[in-house]
């Protein structure tokens, strides 16, 4: 699969790791240029190349968004058109600037994503884990016990490619429900870094 990825801070830069050693085509990019990831792709093989935004957002099959909350209004709509997008934020009011729709919990940082990319498939994951243990935490059988990824979204078809890749990494997705319930999984909720395994996260979730 072609994998985009938008951001590559702690998050991002581990998901391109985690990727493309699952064999897939990784286009990285950054607010900064593709010069300055050409570090990056040189570590992590041929599979990764560096890009521009909108490129990584046309290259992949799947994007990945890795880009402080505050910021999700800089990224290009158009290519993202008909994409499942991977929403990884959080927002953390001292970082990203208040937004009173947030802080009162009238909408998730999701929907607003998902309201910036119209003609997308938003699904939030990979939020609550932190990002060096999003590395070393995976399990590549299933027959040990293994750390769930909850995942929120409303196209069923984008909910099943990003459980798909969820599994390739090495970590159990947990069907949280609609994009609006990930809400449930995001800064001070219970699941959020508590390093669940998928059992106990469904649990904990209440999940479907």
Known sequence: MRIGIVGT???GGT????????????????????????????????????????EAARFGEVVVVSVPVGRYA??????????????????????????PALDQDRTTSSELLQQHLPEAHVVKAFNTMRWDHLREYGRQSSAQRRYGVPVSGDDPAAKRRVADLIEQVGYEPVDAGRLAEGRRHQPGTPVYLADLDGAELHRQLGAP
Do not use: C, K
């Open 74 to 99: 800089e990224l290009p709509a158009e290519p993202m058109a008909g994409r499942t997008v991977i929403d990884t934020g959080n927002y953390y009011p001292e970082r990203d600037g208040r937004d």
């Open 15 to 54: 998901l391109a790791r985690l990727f493309s050693r699952a064999g897939h085509e990784v286009a990285v990019a950054n607010s900064r240029g593709p010069d300055t990831l050409r570090g990056l792709a040189d570590e992590l093989g041929e599979r990764v190349r560096p890009v521009t935004v909108p």
């Open 9 to 11: 801070g702690n998050v």
